[in-house]
């Protein structure tokens, strides 16, 4: 323990090159193994000291103290002490993100990225943006914001982790403030399987809250052809069908091809099925024809996992509202032995949800 704190006072901005860049080679190893983790985030300084080198003039001692906190951030039995209010992490890594000439903004990206997977952290960065979501969705609709050629793809998984919290959410789905309506234009990005799954997550984490549901299938949002088009396929339908189909899904020409990515086609198929929750829901995508497409996506689909959730999704809009008979599936009584069987899987889509 004397060697790691003699190891952070070399960890300064004016601490000579040689002799920092040494430290923080060594410091670095000790980020790769779970007692090295322990022994740098129990000592006074570290993590204050690493966010510090973010800003060195020298390239590679910022580099090397962003992978740290990668590193760091990724153990979530350290992301409390890394949270700490002396670490101020959080707040370093929102201003480099916020300032467009920070060639760290990615790395910066990926530091919140990890602690949001916990509750914790995902409180505490919400807390940090003081109520300005915005500013980041902003920051993160603006493909070209970094100039130094960050793409903060990661950010996109920050606003998802975000999403497994009520008052986020509520924020995101504030009609007034237009946050969702600029996101759901990711639902479909090509260039990055990070920035479009986790777009999709929290669009999935939003459609759990039933009573936004017309807000999301409204005109304002025009969820349902974002959620389909990925899901289509180069499939020609009749005019009768063609023409229930909504406006953006019709003649998609013979080069239109499937999302790749089996999770994300899941991820899809259990928005569609959250927001079937509904009778509203329910009705609106029948109105749309939404069957039609999950019918080629059937005929298409090779696996298992996805097939399972799009089975079931076809099976409530196949069925009578007489038949389903309840206007919210989520406000129906589970018997005790079935919630129990809940309770037992919940660790694991609780998981799932802020990851």
Known sequence: MTEIKELSQFLALDVRLDVKAL?????????????????????????????????DGQNSVAKDASLALINLSADEDVIPALLAEATNIVEHMLKIISNPEHNLADPACMVLSNLTRTKLGSEKVFQSMEGNLDKYIDIFCQEKYNKKGARLHYLASVLSNLSQLPAARSYILDPSRSCLQRLVSFTDYKDSICRRGAVLGLIKNCCFDTDHHEFLLSEAVDLLPKLLIPLAGPEEFDEEDNDKLPIDLQYLGEEKTREPDPDIRKMLLEALTQLCATKFGREYLRSKNTYVILRELHKWEKNENVLVVLEHLVNILIRFEHEIGHDNLKEIEVPDEITEKFNALEPALEKELIS
Request: include cysteine; glycine fraction near 10%.
């Open 23 to 55: 430290a923080l080679q060594q410091t670095l190893g000790l980020t790769g193994t779970t007692d090295g983790r322990h022994l740098l985030i129990n000592t006074p300084c570290i993590v204050k000291n690493l966010c510090q080198l973010l800003n």
